[in-house]
């Protein structure tokens, strides 16, 4: 891997495709520190809070700063000290690593950077080529949500399914190791974790077959040490472990096996105290992402199906099982939160966790065992009784009588993949929820954005701030009496922490889907924010409850404020281009209905999906691009692309061409795709461009009514 000097951020964009960039000669002699984390320094200074050396901040993930410089008193004072634009075309959901002075962030296709923390000056960039020419690693690809950093070096999990060693002052590739068994299923999209000596990794793909589980890795060599899969495979080759055949015994249906599951795509936290690797794993049931490729209605799953929907234990020295404890079959487990409690007067280890349902979990580190759960809202709770600022715990469990309650009001509180924080010196666990009344047109429609200050010994919420968005970012609070979270609006807010007041705000302009974390430099405590649309949902899922018009359209950029800063804040100029007119549809109506049918069966919604309303921009710069907004000269290279895979190796593969029929990319459908085909699935694209153009012509003819329509 070549390196080349770095003498700013503009000189690191340039030799991107070089790879790693040599850290500058005044930085180089710092070299012997660059990295320096080793688990007996995150336990001995875990309560300083000068560095954020792992995810969360310090072993257990509590995502708290024990930092108070900044408080509910003086951060009105506080101010831009630097920002700096990162080459992400698909936003930032990345959580820094801070040591020594030195940032270390990951963007979209996998891409690392090394940052000056006083200064924004980038020191190094390693851009490691993900393999984008096999359909689920293009898609894994487009979303990182960090690093982890050991004893000198930074490690990376890729889209296509490799963790990376790079040296940490230089940027250096040190070793590279294989993750997945088979590196065509899936990719990394979350941070590895770090401790033990050991590279702890998960990947994606429960919703598309993949069969999940965590490996350890040794962080000097990349040696495999240990894999424990999640859910148990074909029981004609046997069982990996005793806790597998133990789980097979807990499936029923034809084929079972075949369904996969358990994966662990979003969390992994490492318990000191215990010794033990705790996860939450993904459900396992057919999914829409699986396209065609198995005759799911001839397999009627049964059975508990473990460890599918689990929050899972296991020691981190063999990867021998521990424990699980399972909250649902198919639901998805995410931010796992060690720490210590006082309960009935008695210190516990727990764990704390929020699935995607929303019920609040606490549950003992060392055996699983539940020790109390509640859903942060009742499934009987109107919309109208959510709270919409500080709440007391009366309010906020208000139960309505059933007869006045329509289902089109039922109204749940359920958490994503952001994690929430607990601080030690209020008590309380601050959440990112969000508030969703089932409607036909899709997930989320409907929802707001909840922070919840939620009481894990009493069991209900303390506080509860309504937001305009159900995605926003992840929280950090602060010994200082603080509450930080970015949204989906691009605004990036504090609040009291003890009362849930907001008392200080800034306008990004880019919408907030990463981590915001806390550390000094010197005597100044900065508090840093990732900003631009990076949530993976964005390709699947509708923009409108991610982001604004302008705010997804805002940069991808890294934000760092102090007390007294007074750096004049850059807000972005942001257009929204017009639709460009589609071809004239030709089609009948039957073959716009064919074409939707194929959109399914050849996975087209895994990455540009019907229900998304789109990024708003044709953008091939490493981002997937809005086909809304397809260009003349695309359309009349359809059939080349979408057949002949002519564009392959930018992560679009060709469903007719020799590559896919042969098998070499991961198996979506059961046939190749015929002309017939793929002009039938043309004309519905062509259909879905034409009602996107009328929706924005409407929309320009209100701003000028004396605009002809094209």
């Given at each position: 891997?070549?390196?080349?000097?770095?003498?700013?951020?503009?000189?690191?964009?340039?030799?991107?495709?070089?790879?790693?960039?040599?850290?500058?000669?005044?930085?180089?002699?710092?070299?012997?520190?660059?990295?320096?984390?080793?688990?007996?320094?995150?336990?001995?200074?875990?309560?300083?809070?000068?560095?954020?050396?792992?995810?969360?901040?310090?072993?257990?993930?509590?995502?708290?700063?024990?930092?108070?410089?900044?408080?509910?008193?003086?951060?009105?004072?506080?101010?831009?000290?630097?920002?700096?634009?990162?080459?992400?075309?698909?936003?930032?959901?990345?959580?820094?690593?801070?040591?020594?002075?030195?940032?270390?962030?990951?963007?979209?296709?996998?891409?690392?950077?090394?940052?000056?923390?006083?200064?924004?000056?980038?020191?190094?960039?390693?851009?490691?080529?993900?393999?984008?020419?096999?359909?689920?690693?293009?898609?894994?690809?487009?979303t990182s949500r960090g690093v982890a950093v050991w004893e000198g070096k930074v490690y990376v999990g890729t889209g296509d399914c490799r963790v990376i060693a790079l040296d940490a002052a230089s940027g250096r590739e040190l070793w590279a190791s294989p993750v997945c068994v088979d590196t065509r299923e899936s990719g990394v999209t979350d941070a590895p974790r770090v401790g033990d000596g050991k590279v702890f990794v998960g990947y994606n793909?429960?919703?598309?077959?993949?069969?999940?589980?965590?490996?350890?890795?040794?962080?000097?060599?990349?040696?495999?040490?240990?894999?424990?899969?999640?859910?148990?495979?074909?029981?004609?080759?046997?069982?990996?472990?005793?806790?597998?055949?133990?789980?097979?015994?807990?499936?029923?249906?034809?084929?079972?096996?075949?369904?996969?599951?358990?994966?662990?795509?979003?969390?992994?936290?490492?318990?000191?105290?215990?010794?033990?690797?705790?996860?939450?794993?993904?459900?396992?049931?057919?999914?829409?992402?699986?396209?065609?490729?198995?005759?799911?209605?001839?397999?009627?799953?049964?059975?508990?199906?473990?460890?599918?929907?689990?929050?899972?234990?296991?020691?981190?020295?063999?990867?021998?099982?521990?424990?699980?404890?399972?909250?649902?079959?198919?639901?998805?487990?995410?931010?796992?939160?060690?720490?210590?409690?006082?309960?009935?007067?008695?210190?516990?280890?727990?764990?704390?966790?929020?699935?995607?349902?929303?019920?609040?979990?606490?549950?003992?580190?060392?055996?699983?065992?539940?020790?109390?759960?509640?859903?942060?809202?009742?499934?009987?709770?109107?919309?109208?009784?959510?709270?919409?600022?500080?709440?007391?715990?009366?309010?906020?469990?208000?139960?309505?009588?059933?007869?006045?309650?329509?289902?089109?009001?039922?109204?749940?509180?359920?958490?994503?993949?952001?994690?929430?924080?607990?601080?030690?010196?209020?008590?309380?666990?601050?959440?990112?929820?969000?508030?969703?009344?089932?409607?036909?047109?899709?997930?989320?429609?409907?929802?707001?954005?909840?922070?919840?200050?939620?009481?894990?010994?009493?069991?209900?919420?303390?506080?509860?701030?309504?937001?305009?968005?159900?995605?926003?970012?992840?929280?950090?609070?602060?010994?200082?009496?603080?509450?930080?979270?970015?949204?989906?609006?691009?605004?990036?807010?504090?609040?009291?922490?003890?009362?849930?007041?907001?008392?200080?705000?800034?306008?990004?302009?880019?919408?907030?889907?990463?981590?915001?974390?806390?550390?000094?430099?010197?005597?100044?405590?900065?508090?840093?924010?990732?900003?631009?649309?990076?949530?993976?949902?964005?390709?699947?899922?509708?923009?409108?409850?991610?982001?604004?018009?302008?705010?997804?359209?805002?940069?991808?950029?890294?934000?760092?404020?102090?007390?007294?800063?007074?750096?004049?804040?850059?807000?972005?100029?942001?257009?929204?281009?017009?639709?460009?007119?589609?071809?004239?549809?030709?089609?009948?109506?039957?073959?716009?209905?064919?074409?939707?049918?194929?959109?399914?069966?050849?996975?087209?919604?895994?990455?540009?999906?019907?229900?998304?309303?789109?990024?708003?921009?044709?953008?091939?710069?490493?981002?997937?691009?809005?086909?809304?907004y397809m260009p003349a000269d695309v359309h009349e290279q359809f059939l080349a692309i979408v057949m002949g895979g002519t564009h392959r190796a930018n992560g679009m593969p060709g469903f007719a061409d020799q590559g896919f029929a042969n098998g070499d990319d991961w198996p979506i459908t059961r046939h190749a795709m015929t002309a017939d085909e793929a002009n039938a699935l043309h004309a519905y694209i062509i259909d879905q461009e034409w009602?996107?153009?009328?929706?924005?012509?409407?929309?320009?003819?209100?701003?000028?009514?004396?605009?002809?329509?094209?």
């Amino acid at each position: 891997m070549k390196t080349w000097p770095v003498a700013s951020f503009a000189a690191a964009c340039l030799c991107a495709a070089a790879g790693a960039l040599i850290y500058s000669a005044a930085y180089g002699q710092e070299a012997a520190r660059a990295g320096n984390v080793t688990e007996q320094r995150v336990l001995a200074e875990a309560s300083n809070g000068i560095n954020w050396p792992v995810n969360g901040g310090s072993f257990g993930s509590p995502h708290f700063s024990p930092l108070k410089q900044i408080t509910d008193k003086n951060v009105t004072h506080l101010g831009l000290a630097w920002s700096v634009d990162i080459d992400s075309p698909m936003g930032l959901a990345t959580e820094p690593i801070v040591v020594d002075g030195t940032i270390y962030a990951s963007a979209s296709l996998d891409r690392v950077y090394a940052i000056d923390a006083a200064s924004g000056r980038v020191l190094w960039m390693y851009d490691p080529h993900v393999r984008l020419s096999m359909i689920r690693n293009s898609a894994t690809a487009r979303t990182s949500r960090g690093v982890a950093v050991w004893e000198g070096k930074v490690y990376v999990g890729t889209g296509d399914c490799r963790v990376i060693a790079l040296d940490a002052a230089s940027g250096r590739e040190l070793w590279a190791s294989p993750v997945c068994v088979d590196t065509r299923e899936s990719g990394v999209t979350d941070a590895p974790r770090v401790g033990d000596g050991k590279v702890f990794v998960g990947y994606n793909g429960s919703d598309t077959g993949v069969r999940g589980s965590v490996v350890a890795f040794d962080a000097n060599t990349g040696k495999l040490l240990w894999r424990f899969w999640n859910v148990p495979g074909d029981p004609s080759k046997g069982f990996e472990s005793p806790a597998l055949a133990m789980a097979a015994k807990t499936w029923s249906g034809d084929h079972w096996w075949e369904v996969g599951g358990g994966d662990v795509w979003a969390t992994i936290t490492y318990d000191p105290v215990t010794k033990y690797v705790i996860y939450g794993t993904a459900g396992a049931s057919p999914d829409v992402f699986f396209g065609d490729r198995y005759d799911w209605s001839s397999i009627h799953l049964g059975g508990k199906r473990l460890f599918a929907g689990c929050v899972v234990a296991v020691k981190a020295d063999t990867g021998e099982y521990a424990w699980h404890y399972q909250t649902s079959i198919n639901t998805e487990n995410f931010h796992v939160l060690v720490t210590n409690l006082k309960i009935d007067g008695v210190t516990r280890h727990v764990v704390m966790t929020v699935p995607r349902d929303g019920i609040f979990y606490v549950l003992d580190a060392h055996t699983g065992k539940v020790i109390s759960q509640k859903p942060l809202a009742t499934a009987h709770t109107t919309q109208a009784n959510l709270v919409d600022e500080r709440v007391t715990a009366a309010t906020a469990t208000m139960h309505p009588t059933a007869a006045t309650i329509t289902d089109a009001q039922r109204t749940t509180t359920g958490h994503n993949w952001w994690p929430m924080s607990y601080s030690p010196v209020t008590g309380l666990v601050y959440i990112p929820t969000y508030d969703d009344i089932p409607h036909p047109r899709g997930y989320l429609t409907e929802a707001v954005g909840r922070l919840i200050a939620w009481d894990p010994i009493a069991q209900h919420a303390r506080w509860s701030v309504k937001e305009p968005l159900p995605t926003n970012s992840g929280v950090l609070s602060t010994a200082g009496n603080l509450v930080f979270e970015g949204q989906g609006t691009g605004e990036f807010d504090a609040y009291s922490a003890t009362t849930g007041r907001k008392v200080w705000s800034i306008q990004t302009g880019s919408a907030i889907d990463a981590v915001p974390v806390s550390y000094m430099v010197g005597d100044q405590q900065y508090v840093l924010m990732p900003v631009g649309l990076g949530s993976h949902s964005r390709n699947f899922g509708p923009i409108s409850v991610m982001a604004t018009p302008e705010s997804k359209r805002g940069p991808s950029r890294i934000y760092a404020f102090r007390l007294g800063a007074t750096m004049p804040f850059p807000t972005p100029h942001v257009t929204i281009p017009p639709v460009p007119r589609p071809p004239d549809e030709t089609a009948s109506s039957q073959q716009v209905h064919l074409g939707e049918q194929l959109y399914t069966r050849f996975n087209c919604n895994d990455c540009h999906s019907p229900d998304a309303d789109g990024a708003g921009a044709w953008i091939v710069n490493g981002a997937i691009p809005d086909l809304r907004y397809m260009p003349a000269d695309v359309h009349e290279q359809f059939l080349a692309i979408v057949m002949g895979g002519t564009h392959r190796a930018n992560g679009m593969p060709g469903f007719a061409d020799q590559g896919f029929a042969n098998g070499d990319d991961w198996p979506i459908t059961r046939h190749a795709m015929t002309a017939d085909e793929a002009n039938a699935l043309h004309a519905y694209i062509i259909d879905q461009e034409w009602k996107a153009y009328k929706d924005d012509q409407a929309r320009l003819n209100s701003r000028n009514p004396a605009a002809s329509q094209q």
